[in-house]
């Protein structure tokens, strides 16, 4: 086959134009079709959603939940399976006969509930894939599902409060943002923007320090304060501490308890990349999502043996964070106790601080990782920075233009790739490039212009969410700028792209509706199925003129039925 034909199935779909209206394009030769949107039932006890009152409180906890994020599928006795995470709230829709207002315990206990966690089965009838209602596998984790802590900030005084003295059982996960899988067939979420939930009723609490640095102010985005004092800082100073974690859960057993695992790390988790290294342990590679805040990975001091014990290769093992240099190697810093002079409990509850104190890269908010299947290197995508050289949150660090962020004002992100050492993915030192910078080179011929491999026929702005497909090819979803002018002119709605890692070749796939952001990928076994998340849409996507909007998963198939990924 000669190199243009090799080019052409490497992609296998016609790239698609940009798109400014209220649905979801697909290339010619494919279809797709909604699969789950907020407020479908997962059993059929559960009310429909109204569209004057929105969920009510009974159903909140019986349904598909809001804002669609990462996910990915299991295999559970030959059933498939997704696990789902539900980012936030969007309260006017929600709530939409008190315009958003959030007026009472049921109203925080009904937003409470549609955040969270969708275990579901799913499967392919004549009307295209569904939610298998009432199947023994399905299940939802709120913000209030009991939860164990483990690891070393298990039990520290920081996370005791009056109704778990012991510091070791959490109620719910929150913001659940990006996602992953273990090796041996469990289901990550990551805790991202937690502080927002957190706020005081007396006016005159003074932020402790630690609480600056993660965002956590007087006054929580959704008053949960007023209704449930589990959220007022000045009643339960220890609550916050309890959140910004990784979550494993097991969506073969609906009746196990969640782990919160600390050893990962406190902070605005955005996904967690997990791959075995050639001796066996486990690494899991991290973004932190805020300006200025650092690119991170965990490897576990045990090996991983098929079928052999996993309880602890989440929780026994060392933090790293990079340090990219300007000549293009880099470095992992280990978060010990020696380097940071914190202890294990304070490193893991303090990460942010804990990776100042070494002296971390400061990155353009890191969102997805990925990690290639057949080639040892990951990718991070650095989302955007709207105000470089300001730091993040006080305490926080100075973010100076540098290697892997070479932008002063960076309105259009890039994703950082790095090769370890060796090809050992457990290894200390890498070398890294910058896979693409987008840009806008029809509004700028300078370095905002993009990479050489961003043109005319596939700009996009703000990288974030990210997955390889099992052929190795990247897969890049977006949640820019949609108002498609000045400097976004041509770039359109938000979407998803292929990328080939080799020749940097990057098409576009999808188009979500206006308003909407494109995360969340994962495929069906046999992978003739993708499944994509749809987040915050405008009205009146998915249902029809004159209907609240609805964050859907949808599937996406080829006509011809062959494989997508
Ligand atoms: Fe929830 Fe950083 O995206
Ligand atoms: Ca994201
Ligand atoms: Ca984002
Ligand atoms: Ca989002």
Redesign the pocket.
């Given at each position: 086959t000669s190199v243009e034909a090799q080019t052409a199935s490497r992609f296998g779909f016609t790239p698609i134009p940009v798109q400014t209206d209220g649905t979801v394009h697909v290339p010619e030769g494919y279809t797709w079709a909604p699969v789950a949107r907020w407020g479908e039932p997962l059993f059929s006890d559960a009310e429909e959603l109204s569209q004057e009152t929105g969920m009510s409180v009974t159903s909140s906890d019986r349904v598909f939940g809001e804002n669609t994020?990462g996910m990915e599928a299991f295999v559970v006795d030959g059933r498939q399976v997704i696990a789902v995470n539900h980012?936030y709230v969007n309260p006017r829709e929600n709530l939409p006969h008190q315009d958003g207002e959030v007026l009472s315990a049921d109203d925080v206990l009904t937003l409470q509930n549609m955040q969270g966690v969708t275990v579901m089965e799913v499967a392919e009838g004549d009307d295209g894939w569904a939610i298998v209602v009432d199947s023994d596998l399905n299940r939802r984790i709120t913000q209030n599902t009991p939860m164990t802590i483990a690891g070393p900030a298990a039990g520290h005084p920081l996370l005791q409060t009056p109704d778990d003295p012991a510091g070791t059982t959490v109620l719910g996960t929150m913001n659940n943002?990006?996602a992953g899988k273990t090796p041996w067939g469990t289901y990550l979420t990551c805790e991202?923007?937690f502080n927002g939930y957190f706020g005081s009723t007396d006016p005159a609490f003074a932020l402790p320090e630690d609480y600056v640095r993660y965002g956590i102010s007087l006054e929580g985005r959704y008053a949960y304060e007023k209704f449930d004092a589990r959220f007022d800082v000045s009643q339960n100073p220890n609550e916050p501490h309890r959140f910004g974690y990784i979550v494993e859960i097991d969506p073969t057993d609906p009746t196990s308890t969640p782990i919160k695992h600390t050893a990962l790390g406190r902070f605005?988790h955005?996904n967690a990349a997990a791959v075995i290294a050639p001796d066996g342990r486990v690494v899991v590679y991290m973004g932190d999502?805020e300006r200025g805040e650092f690119l991170y990975k965990y490897v576990s001091n045990d090996v991983y043996t098929p079928g052999g014990p996993t309880s602890a290769l989440l929780d026994d093992g060392q933090l790293y964070v990079a340090k990219f240099n300007n000549d293009l190697t880099g470095e992992w810093l280990a978060l010990t106790p020696e380097a940071t002079g914190m202890d294990e409990a304070e490193i893991a509850i303090y990460t942010r601080m804990a990776a100042s104190a070494v002296g971390a890269t400061t990155m353009d908010?890191p969102?997805w990782v990925a990690v290639n299947p057949v080639a040892a290197e990951g990718y991070c995508c650095l989302?955007n920075n709207s105000d470089r050289g300001v730091a993040p949150n006080a305490g926080g660090d100075e973010t100076p233009v540098n290697g892997p962020n070479p932008r002063a004002e960076n309105d259009y992100g890039q994703i950082v790739r790095w090769y370890p050492s060796n090809d050992d993915h457990g290894a200390r030192t890498f070398t890294w490039d910058l896979y693409v910078m987008a840009g806008n080179p029809t509004v700028h011929s300078d370095a905002y212009g993009g990479s050489s491999n961003i043109n005319e026929g596939n700009l996009f702005n703000a990288p974030?969410g990210m997955q390889f497909d099992s052929t190795g090819l990247l897969w890049i979803q977006t949640?820019g700028d949609d108002d498609n002018e000045g400097d976004f002119a041509g770039m359109g709605n938000n979407q998803m792209l292929a990328g080939d890692p080799m020749t940097g070749q990057i098409e576009r796939f999808l188009t979500g509706p206006k308003g909407s952001e494109v995360t969340g990928l994962t495929w069906s076994a046999d992978k003739r199925t993708m499944f994509v998340g749809i987040q915050h849409p405008a009205a009146p996507f998915p249902d029809g003129e004159g209907m609240l909007p609805r964050s859907s998963i949808v599937a996406v198939k080829r006509v011809d039925g062959a494989m997508v990924g």
């Open positions: 994020d980012e943002c990006g991202e923007n605005k955005e999502d908010r969102e989302t974030d949640d």
